[in-house]
């Protein structure tokens, strides 16, 4: 099994920047695809950003393409999402996911991923 912790959320105002991190235990996830996701209010939850295991593959939502950089640091067993010139329509959860699979596949689609963390709110301010 794996567990996944965010961290890194907050309230900043709209130009601002947040660096959100996911913390994997139990195992490794260093080989696995791993992905970040958001829900913001009455709305369905979405993907937002999706790394794979060795880092060399990222795709990203086109809300979020330019402003958005994902990363991981295998060797912490973390993944990370920095967030720059945040705007109100950023605000959500955040929540990190893993795939229970490993291997070069790097989906969007929430349904592909096994481990989920609870989430971090993000709230960006006019």
């Known amino acids: 099994q794996v567990q996944l912790v965010e961290s890194g959320g907050g309230l900043v105002q709209a130009g601002g920047s947040l660096r959100l991190a996911c913390a994997a235990s139990?195992?490794?996830?260093?080989?696995?695809?791993m992905g970040w996701f958001r829900q913001a209010p009455g709305k369905e939850r979405e993907f937002v950003a999706a790394v794979s295991w060795s880092g060399g593959i990222t795709y990203y939502a086109d809300s979020v393409k330019g402003r958005f950089t994902i990363s991981r640091d295998n060797a912490k067993n973390t993944m990370y999402l920095q967030m720059n010139s945040l705007k109100p329509e950023d605000t959500a959860v955040y929540y990190c996911a893993a795939r229970s699979r490993a291997g070069i596949y790097v989906p969007r689609g929430e349904s592909e991923y096994g481990y989920w963390g609870r989430g971090t709110q993000v709230t960006v301010s006019s």
């Open positions: 139990g195992r490794t996830v260093s080989s696995v695809t």
